[in-house]
């Protein structure tokens, strides 16, 4: 069988291709199956330091609608991606989805639960599933609202209009926008330069990142200092400070 997620590794970053181009990448549950594997390999690979998620011409056109047309409720919660896109969102490493073509539904849903977005000038992204008589069921209304705000979230998942670059990136959906030509190398510059960070430092702020916003503040705030003063000691820690004091570019332990 045709592998329908393929991983590249440069370095310490793993590029990460979703390969249905006829179908403009939309998402079966095969689809989704390789991506969970790629991501528990690359999760569990203590070399990797980024991941960048893209696809050819089109990031992904959704879930597979010609999949979804005869289930069941029950077959329906089997089918959903969430858990795997909760996987990705939650890899200790930085991760960047590279969006060119299509990002809809479920395909917007898998960058969504990437830390960063960049997307070439010619991308579309919307959550156009209540106009399919469902709606967004991958962490769309979890995501969405949490990047742009409640009232644009609202306004594109009921309207399910597609939007161009510039508009996601003036709602706060995209962090960049670059030519097409471009979106790959300012994608893996973007993941160098992370990647080049301490591991250990960086783990720590994507881990409070991630759940600071779900807790009562002051529970997050006891944490963070937990976290934060946790560092003092690491070898990440003496060394990025002792270069600081010595004038030079740290050497970080390049072990995650
Ligand atoms: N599922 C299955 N096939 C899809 C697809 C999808 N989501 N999106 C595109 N395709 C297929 C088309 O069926 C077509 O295949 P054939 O050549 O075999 O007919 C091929 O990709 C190209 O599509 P079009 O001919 O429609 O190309 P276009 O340029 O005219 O339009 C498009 C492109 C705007 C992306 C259009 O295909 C489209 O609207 N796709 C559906 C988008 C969508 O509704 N996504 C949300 C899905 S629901 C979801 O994701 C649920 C969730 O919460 C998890």
Known sequence: MNSLISIEKTESIAIVRVNRPKQYNAL?????????AVLEAVRQDASIHALILTGEKNFAAGADIGDMTHLTPQEAQAFLFADTFRKLELLPIPTIAAICGYALGGGLEMALACDIRI?????QMGLPEISLGIMPGAGGTVRLPKLVGIGKAKELIFSGRKIAAAEAFQCGLVQQVVAPEDLMSAACELAKKLARQSMTALMSAKTMLNFSAEMPPEAAFKMEAGYWSGLFGSPDQVEGMQAFIEKRKPKFNMQK
């Open 28 to 36: 079966s549950r095969e689809t989704i199956n390789q991506l969970d």
């Open 119 to 123: 997307a070439s000038e010619e991308a």
